[in-house]
C-alpha cells in the first residue's frame, strides 16, 4: 500500500508521485513474484482530509516496459467518512496478505 499525501487545497497534484510510487511497488512486488502478471498494486492519496483510494495493474514488468492501469475510487472524506476509510483499508491489507501466502504444498499428503 503506497500513500502520498498533500496538507493543503492548494498543494501539487498527489497523482503523478503515486503513480510513479505504484511502479516501484510494482517492480519490487515483481522481484518476489516473477511471472505474475498484472502486478497488482494499491496505493491512495490525500489531499486535506479527503482520501482518494487507487487500484493499478502493470504489465511489462519484466521486459522493461511497465505501462501502469489504474482504477480509483471516489473522494472519502475523513471527518465524516473515517469508520468507511478504515474498512477500506483494512479490505485491502487482508486482500494483500491472502496474495501474499504460499499455496499448498501439491507434494504435501
Same mark, same amino acid.
Given at each position: 500500500? %503506497?500513500?502520498? !499525501?498533500?496538507? =493543503?487545497?492548494?498543494? =501539487? ?5 503515486? #503513480? ?10 515483481? !522481484? ?5 502478471? +498484472?502486478?497488482?498494486? @494499491? $496505493? #491512495? ?7 482518494? @483510494?487507487?487500484?493499478?495493474? %502493470?504489465?511489462? %514488468?519484466?521486459?522493461?516496459? +511497465?505501462?501502469? !492501469? ?5 473522494? @472519502?472524506?475523513?471527518?465524516?467518512? !473515517? =469508520? ?18 504460499? $499455496? ?6
Amino acid at each position: 500500500m %503506497v500513500h502520498e !499525501a498533500k496538507r =493543503g487545497l492548494d498543494a =501539487g497534484d498527489p497523482r503523478w508521485q503515486l #503513480c510513479g510510487q505504484l511502479l516501484w511497488a510494482a517492480w519490487q512486488n515483481h !522481484a518476489l513474484s516473477p511471472g505474475v502478471e +498484472p502486478v497488482e498494486v @494499491f $496505493g #491512495c492519496y490525500t489531499v486535506y482530509d479527503n482520501w482518494t @483510494f487507487v487500484r493499478g495493474a %502493470v504489465r511489462g %514488468v519484466a521486459d522493461g516496459t +511497465p505501462s501502469l !492501469a489504474v482504477e480509483t475510487s471516489r473522494e @472519502f472524506a475523513e471527518p465524516q467518512e !473515517a =469508520g468507511l476509510i478504515l474498512e477500506l483499508l483494512r479490505g485491502i491489507i487482508a486482500r494483500t496478505l491472502v496474495r501474499s501466502r504460499p $499455496g499448498p504444498d501439491p507434494g504435501a499428503p
